[in-house]
């Protein structure tokens, strides 16, 4: 398999060259150069397949350039640090299908791409004797992910840019309690977007991040979203084995475009099976209104209780731009610097009529989206609670399914309700149940630096305390 950019800048490269990458060279975003469509003989093999065989099986169609046995090793210790041995558990609740994708070690959906992705990370710098000072800005859930993937590992440091006090206190605490000493948590007296334009501009000055050999963890890199079709294709699998679903929608709650764009990669291979993709945003909308009025246009983001999905500008959207434009770089180019000169791309009823073969999508409010907590709670088994994210998505499931082709719903579970536990008890009257993974954080020592937001300051404290490499 080989990979090039949306753009159309680059020469086609393998898979490891990609993951090194991160963000393509000309700016772009790297994708395969083909979609593997997967066969019915395949479909009934990969059935019987437990999740780390499967992911196996799917990741091997694109890394192909790793070693059969080796990839292997690096799935089988990515999942290992999961507590369901089926990694992302499908459950049903009520009469929708749940799937669980927060039961790895920060219980946010984000460990199943970031636990493979600093594996990798370390195979391939061992492999040419290198080193990788990772640069990333959070909101909340990305940092830890990211520190939980590559802490301990000793070709790499990493350090996370969060907004002070801005963050949960279970966030903060997940990410500064690390006692690893390859981690560095900057704590910036700002807002998340300071924290974002100070990792961008830094990842701008190409000479700094050649000289400091600065790596990226977020979702722009094509790795993250390889490992995310895995769970997409394992469910509705099981659905079509198991239950004899003929159709299965997802329904995933989104923010910057990443996890839904793999849920694309997925229907494509296994068309006609997945059929459409409930694409489920908060207030901040932006994409919702792509796919009703045909306007992808920003907007002001506003802070909401599922904080991971307040974003404007979807970075993986440019992904999805490249397939709806047949494959044309010189026309993702055009629209994207459009977008750039005037905030807004719109698209004809052709282009719509697709995206919406694709999509069907809802903007969840707070009110809703609370008591779509509440529902489920009430009306699950057991009491079963949500977390706000996946609440959205649970909600625009409801609201759309009605319009839908027949089929199987799958919510997508993107983060573990401890994680939000006010957002849970304003809704139910009680707090969540706490996973051992939180047990004892606030008995912790807290370790970061407190920063004004300032691009120097960020950057004199990587070169005192990064990896100095050969
Ligand atoms: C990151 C995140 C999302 C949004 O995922 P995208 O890939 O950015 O669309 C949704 N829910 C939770 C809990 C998250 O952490």
């Known amino acids: ?71 292997r090793g690096l799935i089988d210790r990515s999942y290992s640090t999961f507590d369901d041995k089926e990694v992302t558990p499908l459950r ?3 009469k929708l299908w749940i799937m669980e ?42 940092g830890s992910a990211a520190i939980y993937g590559v802490k301990g590992k000793e070709r790499i440091r990493i350090f996370i840019l969060h907004p002070h006090n801005r ?71 099981k659905l079509w084995h198991e239950e004899g679903a003929k159709a299965v929608h997802f329904s995933v709650p989104t923010g910057n475009f990443g996890d839904i764009f793999a849920g694309y ?40 209780i599922s904080p991971s999905m307040d974003i404007m500008v979807a970075s993986n959207f440019e992904r999805y731009l490249y397939y709806l434009y047949g494959e044309d770089p010189a026309r993702v180019r055009k629209a994207m610097e459009e977008f750039a000169a005037a905030g807004e791309i719109t698209f004809s009823q052709e282009e719509l009529g697709r995206v919406r073969s694709d999509f069907a999508s809802a903007s969840i409010d707070q009110e809703e989206t609370l008591a779509t907590i509440r529902d489920v709670y ?40 401890a994680k939000f536990p006010a957002a849970v008890r304003k809704a139910t009257g009680r707090e969540p149940k706490r996973p051992a993974a939180l047990e004892g954080l606030e008995g912790l020592d807290p370790r970061f630096v407190v920063m004004p937001p300032d691009v120097n300051k960020v950057k004199n404290y990587i070169v005192e305390h990064g990896l100095k490499g050969p």
């Open 167 to 237: 963050v949960s206190p279970v966030q903060a605490l997940q990410m500064t309690t690390v006692p690893e000493e390859n981690v560095f948590n900057i704590a910036v007296e700002g807002t998340f977007d300071d924290c974002q334009a100070i990792v961008k501009e830094i990842f701008n000055d190409l000479d700094f991040k050649a000289r400091h050999h600065l790596g990226s963890v977020n979702s722009i890199n094509w790795a993250r979203v390889m490992a995310q079709i895995v769970y997409y294709i394992y469910a509705a699998l």
């Open 265 to 304: 990669i997925a229907k494509r291979m296994l068309s006609p099976l997945i059929k459409r993709l409930i694409l489920a945003t908060n207030e901040n909308n932006i994409l919702t209104r792509f796919v009703v009025e045909g306007r992808y246009a920003k907007g002001k983001v506003v802070p909401t």
């Open 1 to 71: 398999m080989r990979y090039i950019s949306t753009r159309g800048g680059i020469a086609p490269i393998p898979f490891k060259a990609t993951v090194m990458m991160g963000l393509a060279d000309d700016g772009g975003l790297i994708i395969p150069t083909d979609i593997p469509a997967v066969g019915e003989d395949t479909l009934e093999r990969w059935a019987h397949l437990n999740y780390r065989e499967l992911a196996f099986a799917v990741i091997s169609l694109f890394a192909d350039d790793i070693p059969g046995k080796e990839l």
């Open 378 to 417: 009430r009306e699950g088994d057991e009491g079963y609670v949500i977390d706000p994210h996946t609440a959205v998505g649970v909600a625009a499931a409801k609201r759309l399914m009605p319009h839908l082709p027949p089929g199987e719903t799958v919510c997508l579970a993107t983060a573990h309700p």
């Open 101 to 142: 994708l927060f039961h790895g070690p920060t219980l946010a959906f984000k460990d199943v791409a970031l636990q493979l992705l600093g594996n990798l990370f370390e195979r391939l710098l061992e492999e040419r004797s290198g080193i990788m000072n990772i640069l990333g800005a959070t909101s909340g859930d990305t």
């Open 92 to 94: 049903k609740v009520g």
